[in-house]
């Protein structure tokens, strides 16, 4: 089992960044699929990017592509997700999650899940 704990989230104006930070605790980071998914008010949970195992896969909804880069540190159990351009339909509440599959890019793949941080870019 693997417990993670989000941070970076914040207030931001559109075209500014932030850059979100996930760190897992246990012995299994490295052989989980990682992804960050996010949900706005009144909307359903959705994957903003993925990433494999090994790193070497990522996806990356049609919203974030371009704008968002995902990564990870196995050597210190931490996920990334690096936002630039940020827009105000970005606003929403983020979530790192963990996979038991190598890759996942479905929201129902996902097993462990952070508390979430809350994003709001201002237009």
């Known amino acids: 089992q693997v417990q993670l704990v989000e941070s970076g989230g914040g207030m931001v104006q559109a075209g500014g960044s932030l850059r979100l930070s996930c760190a897992a605790s246990?012995?299994?980071?490295?052989?989980?699929?990682m992804g960050w998914l996010r949900q706005a008010p009144g909307k359903e949970r959705e994957i903003v990017s993925a990433?494999?195992?090994?790193?070497?896969?990522?996806y990356y909804a049609d919203s974030a592509k371009g704008r968002f880069t995902i990564s990870r540190d196995n050597a210190k159990n931490t996920v990334y997700l690096q936002m630039n351009s940020l827009k105000p339909e970005d606003t929403a509440v983020y979530y790192c999650?963990?996979?038991?599959?190598?890759?996942?890019?479905?929201?129902?793949?996902?097993?462990?899940w952070g508390q979430g941080t809350q994003v709001t870019v201002s237009s």
């Open positions: 999650a963990a996979s038991n599959l190598v890759f996942a890019t479905a929201v129902s793949a996902y097993e462990y």
């Open positions: 246990g012995r299994t980071f490295s052989r989980h699929g």
């Open positions: 990433l494999s195992r090994s790193g070497t896969t990522t």
